[in-house]
């Protein structure tokens, strides 16, 4: 696989990512995989994925590469704001902080997931 068609498809997982955090963050569904999670572990896991996605997908210089964390942190506020106008759902700072830790927590992790032959080329092409 080129590196364009990787960047590709880590754009769409991203899209699709985003698409399907949103619908759950915002449905009035009882989804069992979901509810049996705690809440700010579901928020933690979700916004590592999402980071290593982003990270894969926009795979830009070093300039840009905050950026990136400051536009998913935007968007977990954004959720909060959305939920917040949801009879269900209530805005909450302590999921926002769950979603910088998921952040974060990948962000600590690079170094590690650097020495991980199977993910490796993404730093090093």
């Known amino acids: 696989m080129t590196p364009k068609s990787q960047v590709l498809l880590a754009r769409c997982g991203l899209c699709v990512t985003v698409l399907v955090i ?72 302590a999921d926002v902080a769950a979603d910088i830790g998921g952040i974060l927590a990948y962000i600590g992790t690079v170094p590690i997931l650097r020495t991980l032959p199977i993910i490796k080329k993404r730093w090093h092409p």
Do not use: W
Request: contains cysteine; charged residues 15%; glycine residues 2%.
């Open 22 to 93: 949103f619908f759950l963050a915002t449905t009035a569904r009882q989804i069992p995989a979901v509810e049996n999670i705690n809440d700010k572990v579901n928020h933690l896991l979700a916004f590592f994925v999402l980071s290593m996605q982003l990270d894969f997908a926009f795979p830009g210089s070093k300039s840009t590469y905050y950026q990136k964390y400051i536009v998913l942190f935007l968007y977990g506020v954004l959720l909060e704001c959305v939920q917040n106008f949801l009879p269900h759902r209530d805005f909450s700072i």
